[in-house]
């Protein structure tokens, strides 16, 4: 049996929201996927193990119940839900109705004030705990105050002994259940009622977030305080926290001038490829892999027949500029892993000679190279040309 709590949070959500004109009870309305009154509870529920009683318009119970149940977690328990009055003092006074019999301290918390921190009801119940029997939570006045007359203004106020009053208000049940009872008129919140009954009230700090909704302003603020922030043009180009990878594939015919360049080696007796450069089909397939990982572009972006430098240029040209741009990028060479499909060259005498050129070129990033024939099928086994593929792997820098 888990023990019976001796705190009790009344959240008053019984209201009409005549100001914010939403059509429907203030705290139905969502801020985000979640009601005002969900979020409030979010709140309320991470603050304390407490009774929580919602006072609920009469016709939304049952979405009031939904919603406290969302928020309790595995403390369904805790949970009660009453219908509220026709004013705020009569809402409290329902809720009042449902305390369970153990409570000695209660928080009255208006929904409308849905993002309330824990950390605020933590401050309030601890100056009860400390032995203070009324508790207000309030921040000092910045505005400055004017008495009016109509539309003219009678007089400045002294602003500096003035607070705004905020909640959760907290009390020693005793005293506000009393209060409570010999009340004649209306007050604008409980500490004034509880004040009337001669009780000292004590002021704790507020919190701004503990604002209230009352206005469409208000809610158009509270829904830009829960929605994430943009993601900033930093976010965006910039390396994200995880690895990335990228494919390219290059193919050339044969039938170039002079020697083969291939996997940035010069191969003597080999016949050349054709190409708007060497041809060398192995480091392209690598630049498009790289660029493709970093999203930015590929080979023909940085690199097309209109950039006179690279006519004739070899792998290294190719692969230190596309290193320079992952570099300004933020990223950072994983590896590239290469494979060509060709006929000849015979790759296994200078397989590590390629790496090591490739690997040089990208500053000393890990390169694989692998090769094979088609079985004579296809252009690479009919020796018409050769094709490379490529996938690289990039962390951020
Ligand atoms: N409240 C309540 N029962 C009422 C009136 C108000 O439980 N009869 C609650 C509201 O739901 C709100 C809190 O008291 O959480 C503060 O009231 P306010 O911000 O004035 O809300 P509304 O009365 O709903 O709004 P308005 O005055 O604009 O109609
Ligand atoms: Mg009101």
Known sequence: MLPVPHVAIIVVAAGSGTRLGAGGPKAMVGIDDASILRHALRGVFEAEVAQVIVVAPATHQGDALTDALAAAGTRRDLVTVVAGGSTRQESVAAGLRA?????????????????????????????????????????????????????????????????????????????????????????????????????PIAIVE????????????????????????????????????????????????????GALWLAGLEWPDEPALSGHSDGDAVAHAMVDALLGAAGLGDIGTHFGTDRPEYVGAHAEAFLSRTRALLDEAGWRIGNVAVQVQANRPRFAARRSEAE???????????????????????FAGRGEGVSATAVALLLPA
């Open 99 to 199: 305390l369970w019999p153990d409570v000695e301290y209660v928080l009255v918390h208006d929904a409308a004030r849905a993002l309330t921190p824990a950390g605020l009801f933590a401050r309030v119940l601890t100056a009860l705990y400390d032995g203070l029997p009324a508790v207000l939570p309030a921040l000092p006045v910045v505005d400055t105050v004017k008495r009016t007359d109509g539309p003219r203004v009678r007089e400045a106020v002294e602003r500096s002994d003035l607070v705004a009053a905020q909640t959760p208000q907290g009390f020693r049940r005793d005293i506000l259940d009393t209060a409570y009872r010999v009340a004649d008129h209306e007050y604008t919140d409980d500490a004034a009622l509880v004040a009337s009954a001669g009780h």
């Open 206 to 257: 507020g919190d701004p977030l503990a604002f209230k909704i009352t206005t469409a302003a208000d809610l158009d603020r509270a829904r830009h305080l829960v929605s994430p922030a943009p993601a900033s043009p930093a976010t965006l180009t910039a390396p994200q926290v995880f690895p990335r990878v990228g494919l390219g594939t290059d193919v050339h015919g044969f039938g170039g001038d």
């Open 356 to 378: 090591a050129v490739l690997s040089a070129a990208l500053g000393g990033a890990q390169v694989s190279v692998s090769a094979t024939t088609t079985d004579g099928l296809g």
